[in-house]
């Protein structure tokens, strides 16, 4: 488990992160602005997923390539955004209403987006449906105090660089191989493994609660 408000992030720490987000702490652009921005990327990766399951080989490729550049837009304004706010000093009072609420939007829209392009609604928006339950679920245990739980082992980055992959992958499929199970085969694995995730988030909130219940009764 990481603080109470922060997920820990490794490419917080890179030159070009720090660059970017020093450019648009001294821009008139907004911390606010850069997550509903992230909601644009989502909804670009959804409907070239949805598209792409419409098209030939060669256009389902491209768009596939499309809906893993609109994935990684996402997560680049997840980073930023923070950054920008916490380390640029641009903190707004909605901040964390726009912190949260977008990040939903985006799962929902990539997951079910990708649910279409591997010709299975159903499991997308249960992958969708999963996402969202491991957010609540860390949001709930902050509520009881609780530090932030963004544990996997299927957590948003986690989920994020594997519909990424998964892209990639099923773009290169029909040329190398002539199947198309990548994209069937990794929305299994995203359900499982956020499935999963949410149950241990379950577990160490269970735990909590009673330490805390515990703690309390002995004051």
Request: include cysteine; charged fraction near 15%; hydrophobic fraction near 55%.
């Amino acid at each position: 488990m990481s603080g109470f408000s922060r997920r820990p992030i490794a490419s917080r720490d890179t030159g070009w992160a720090r660059s970017m987000a020093r450019r648009l702490a001294a821009s008139r652009v907004t911390p606010n602005q850069i997550s509903q921005a992230s909601v644009g990327f989502a909804a670009l990766a959804g409907a070239a997923f949805w598209a792409s399951a419409q098209m030939g080989d060669v256009l389902r490729a491209l768009l596939l390539v499309v809906a893993a550049a609109g994935c990684q837009g996402r997560l680049i304004c997840n980073l930023l955004d923070g950054m920008v706010a916490i380390e640029g000093g641009r903190k707004a009072p909605d901040g964390p209403f726009w912190n949260e609420a977008p990040d939903r939007a985006a799962d929902i829209l990539i997951l079910v987006g990708l649910g279409l392009a591997a010709g299975l609604p159903v499991l997308g928006w249960a992958a969708a449906a999963l996402a969202v339950l491991t957010a609540y679920l860390r949001e709930l245990g902050r509520a009881e105090g609780m530090p932030a739980d963004f544990s996997g082992p299927m957590a948003k980055p986690q989920r994020m660089a594997v519909v990424t992959v998964a892209a990639v992958l099923g773009a290169a499929e029909p040329f190398v191989s002539g199947t198309a199970h990548v994209l069937p085969v990794v929305l299994w694995l995203l359900i499982c493994g956020t499935a999963l995730t949410a149950a241990l988030r379950c577990r160490r909130l269970i735990r909590w609660l009673g330490h805390k219940d515990r703690a309390g009764n002995t004051d």
